[in-house]
Nanobody
Framework: QVQLVESGGGLVQAGGSLRLSCAAS????????MGWYRQAPGNQRELVAT???????NYAHSVKGRFTISRDNALNTVYLQMNTLEPEDTAVYYC??????????????WGQGTQVTVSS
């Protein structure tokens, strides 16, 4: 079993910053892509940013230039630095990790979610 522990959410004023972390532990042979998704009330879950094991990144248009995703492969941890936050960024943020088993099959694991609230 794999556990994902998220941290770093909270309440911040518009223009402020937060840093999210997500650490994976347990039966892990290897990790492929890691990413962050978010879901606001009444909306579908949407991609925020992803990063490959080699460090290639992909961002949603709405967060480009404001958010930065990074990872520490030695710690099996992914980060999301969020700057210049806007009220529209308010959502529950979920980390997603693609776990590689020893037989080289893969599956996605999700964190429990962390609330980010941006006040205007």
């Amino acid at each position: 079993q794999v556990q994902l522990v998220e941290s770093g959410g909270g309440l911040v004023q518009a223009g402020g910053s937060l840093r999210l972390s997500c650490a994976a532990s347990g039966r892990i042979f290897s990790i492929d892509a890691m990413g962050w998704y978010r879901q606001a009330p009444g909306n579908q879950r949407e991609l925020v940013a992803t990063i490959t094991r080699g460090g290639m990144t992909n961002y949603a248009h709405s967060v480009k230039g404001r958010f930065t995703i990074s990872r520490d492969n030695a710690l099996n941890t992914v980060y999301l630095q969020m700057n210049t936050l806007e009220p529209e960024d308010t959502a529950v943020y979920y980390c997603n990790v693609r776990i590689i088993r020893s037989d080289l099959t893969a599956y996605d694991s999700w964190g429990q979610g962390t609330q980010v609230t941006v006040s205007s």
